[in-house]
């Protein structure tokens, strides 16, 4: 049973940081593929970081590719995301997210929600101007 927990969402200013963290149990497969995707208000999930265990580099969405970095700790089961220089419009329900198994597809998938089959609960990030 593949389970995905995130925590360390809250209450930011503009400018400030957050280190949204993701434990994941259940995955068997060498092969990972996560990301971390977000939902602002009425509006779609979008895809916000992925990483893939085989070492290519992480995608990122444009609007965050200067202040949002995701990392995942093997050994731990720990997938991060650190974000730095909030602002605004960052603000919204964060998820964190599996394909499991993965394919062996460009990491470049991993931007769209409909390639993830297991889901975090979320966790609320709110940036205040």
């Known amino acids: 049973q593949v389970q995905l927990v995130e925590s360390g969402g809250g209450s930011a200013q503009a400018g400030g940081s957050l280190r949204l963290s993701c434990a994941a149990s259940?995955?068997?497969?060498?092969?990972?593929?996560m990301g971390w995707l977000r939902r602002k208000t009425a509006s779609e999930r979008e895809g916000v970081a992925s990483?893939?265990?085989?070492?290519?580099?992480?995608v990122y969405t444009d609007s965050v590719s200067e202040r949002f970095t995701i990392s995942l700790d093997i050994d731990r089961k720990i997938l991060y995301l650190q974000m730095n220089n909030l602002k605004p419009e960052d603000s919204g329900m964060y998820y964190c997210?599996?394909?499991?198994?993965?394919?062996?597809?460009?990491?470049?998938?991993?931007?769209?929600?409909?390639?993830?089959?297991?889901w975090g609960q979320g966790t609320q990030v709110t940036v205040s101007s």
């Open positions: 997210a599996a394909v499991v198994p993965c394919p062996r597809k460009s990491i470049e998938r991993l931007r769209y929600p409909s390639e993830y089959n297991y």
């Open positions: 990483i893939a265990t085989e070492g290519v580099r992480p």
């Open positions: 259940g995955i068997s497969y060498d092969r990972k593929c």
